[in-house]
């Protein structure tokens, strides 16, 4: 299997009368799912979308999430995955930045959508999902005579990563590197077609689109897609379906072993959870092991590298801290400052080096090209390796808020404040929280009175929900080295 088409109809084939899906809506076979992913390619041809046009998806977790990727895979788009929380703004970027030729959605977002496209004056079309028709078996025969021929070298997938300044920085990953990462990841964490992956994590993510949905569906096993998290939910989800694998992020761990339920949910149907995107606090990880009787596994990845260690130490009791070894066929060095190859024990950049990696982000400026050397992604993680080559992070070396799993540029948050009639300036900073992850905090300056509230509900509508400042300060001037530059660490 060479390209995610072929991974597609294979596991479908082999798979046809299992359960693929299951949500509210009722369960999908693999064969019916096939049948509806095959009716969409065919009509997003006769709309027009021809071999490397963008698909955008701006859904949440769900059946068609899942039909519209693998619709844009078999008619040979690149699939672009979009937070289904993103608002105007960040929609006319994404859109522009991409080239999107068709954006699926729900109808729920087609007011919104709809000033997009006359914001940003592009011709994107629309798809929204209720409108999807069913082709019957002639025209899912006719599809085979036009489906395109894919190389797998070519881009599949268009994610996007925050950089140190400006606007996120955009990534194209191919075939031959998500099919690297999926087998390898299988490979690692064992996953047959008897688990069934509970999918809360967003599908517009990494985490949730490769280790949940993309993971579950390369093994013919059953997903149980959730729009949002929520703690009752999720727990009635674990128990009800008998849930074996749950990939999340750490604050979905941490609340859950936090909650007051109705009644304690039974969790051991687990065999597997794993936590992503941030770090997982030990003593958290230590509740959740006290209240359900199992531990979580750290991950250690990025948008731009893919997977690239787990720790699944039998000893896990004393190495919570640690995000692993790599899985096969992935490389970690650790790289001190001035170059060096860091000893075990001492703390260094992580850089990396994966077949499922890219190799430079697209129209890359020259500063971010500084992340590419001597075939490693530097990733600006710092962190040490111990003599069994155990890895632990320990820190960043840019500001990054890390938001549930979401890095944040904060110079995005900023932006906005500062085009407030009343601000003169604005910091955005993240604050730890107990969960593991951090809280956004503004600081800003006026050029007259405002209230808190006034530029919070500036925010909103704005940028996407997570994005909006949890505290804002008012200060009368930002602390500033002697080169003007603001000093952040005070802020905090």
């Known amino acids: 299997m060479n390209t995610l088409r072929e991974m597609f109809g294979t596991v479908t084939r082999q798979n046809e009368g299992r359960a693929a899906i299951v949500e509210d809506g009722g369960t999908t076979s693999y064969a019916v799912l096939e049948r509806s992913v095959l009716s969409l390619a065919l009509r997003l041809h006769r709309q027009g979308i021809r071999q490397g046009d963008r698909v955008a998806l701006l859904l949440p977790n769900g059946s068609e999430f899942v039909i519209g990727f693998f619709a844009a895979v078999e008619a040979g788009a690149i699939v672009v995955p979009l937070n289904d929380h993103y608002q105007q703004d960040e929609l006319v970027y994404f859109i522009k930045a991409c080239g999107i030729s068709m954006l699926i959605t729900a109808r729920e977002h087609a007011s919104l959508c709809q000033r997009v496209l006359t914001v940003c004056q592009y011709t994107c079309r629309l798809l929204f999902v209720e409108d999807r028709e069913r082709a019957t078996e002639t025209e899912r025969r006719v599809w085979g005579d036009l489906r395109p021929e894919i190389n797998p070298e070519t881009p599949v997938l268009y994610q996007f990563s925050s950089g140190s300044t400006g606007r996120p920085k955009q990534i194209a990953r191919t075939h031959t590197n998500l099919l690297f990462e999926l087998d390898s990841f299988h490979r690692t964490l064992q996953i047959t077609n008897e688990d069934r992956f509970l999918g809360v994590a967003p599908f517009s993510h990494v985490n949730g689109l490769m280790r949940s949905m993309m993971a579950s569906l390369r093994a013919g096993a059953t997903l149980y897609p959730l729009p949002k998290f929520e703690r009752q939910s999720v727990a009635e989800a674990v128990e009800e ?201 503004a600081i800003v300056v006026l050029k007259e009175p405002a209230t808190a509230e006034e530029l919070v509900e500036y925010c909103r509508g704005r940028i996407a929900d997570f994005k909006v400042p949890s505290l804002i300060e008012f200060r009368e001037g930002l602390p500033r080295s002697p080169t003007g530059k603001i000093l952040r660490t005070l802020l905090k």
């Open 241 to 441: 379906n008998r849930i074996s694998v749950f990939i999340a992020v750490p604050f979905m761990f941490s609340i859950l072993a936090k909650a007051n339920f109705r009644q304690q949910p039974d969790f051991s149907s687990l065999r597997l959870c794993v936590s992503a995107s941030a770090p997982m606090p030990p003593k958290h990880n230590e509740q959740f092991h006290e209240r359900f009787g199992i531990y979580v596994r750290q991950l250690y990845g990025s948008t731009e590298t893919g997977t690239i260690s787990v720790n699944l130490r039998p000893d896990i009791e004393a190495t919570l801290e640690s995000v692993g070894t790599p899985i096969p066929g992935v490389g970690v060095e650790v790289f001190k400052e001035d170059g060096g190859i860091a000893e075990p024990g001492e703390v260094g950049e992580f850089a990396v080096k994966s077949p499922a990696a890219i190799t430079e982000y697209m129209e890359a400026d020259e500063s971010s090209k500084k992340d590419f050397r001597n075939g490693y992604f530097f990733t600006g993680d710092l962190g040490k390796r111990d003599g069994d080559g155990l890895l632990t992070l320990t820190g960043r070396k840019t500001f990054f808020i890390n938001k549930g799993g979401y890095k944040i540029d904060p110079h995005e948050i900023e932006g906005v404040l500062e085009r407030h009639p009343k601000v003169e300036e604005a910091v955005a900073v993240g604050l730890p929280t107990a969960f593991g992850d951090e809280k956004i905090k």
